[in-house]
């Protein structure tokens, strides 16, 4: 079965449901698009130590990555805001370490698609480390 765009944005308002956030109350919930056709699901995870903190786009990410997944095709992110809800700086790096993917997001019912180098200009990856 295909994945569209539309079923990973309702995929991700699925995860958010389970968002833990006692401290911002802002929940966000991620559904990531493997090449192989697997979603891996996420939602924020807060910590008193803020620290700690973990965003919904790196805890599907980390549950991919953590059963052998390592390519991807789209991720989408949502939030109880009216406004889309782009990835933070941590997570465009930890997306990027896997590849440019589509970055879906929910625009009050209509979706806004970015590849992830355009949120993530000059990017740091791997190429860089070679000395």
């Known amino acids: 079965m295909e994945i569209t765009y ?5 995929m991700a308002y699925e995860a958010m449901q389970f ?5 911002s109350k802002f929940n966000v ?6 090449s192989t056709g697997d ?7 807060e910590s008193a130590s803020y620290g700690a903190t973990n965003c919904a786009e790196r805890t599907a990410l980390f549950k991919a990555v953590s059963e052998g997944c390592r390519s991807f095709k789209a991720i989408a992110i949502v939030s109880e805001s009216k406004l889309p809800t782009y990835p ?3 997570c465009r790096q930890m997306l990027m370490e896997f590849g440019d993917l589509d970055v879906i997001l929910d625009r009050g019912g209509s979706l806004v698609v970015h590849r992830l180098s ?6 740091f990856t791997q190429a860089d480390l070679q000395i």
């Open 6 to 10: 539309e079923k990973l944005i309702e």
């Open 19 to 23: 968002a833990y956030t006692p401290y």
């Open 29 to 34: 919930g991620a559904a990531l698009l493997a």
């Open 39 to 45: 979603v891996y699901t996420g939602c924020n995870i």
């Open 88 to 90: 933070c700086g941590i």
């Open 118 to 123: 355009e949120l993530l200009p000059h990017s």
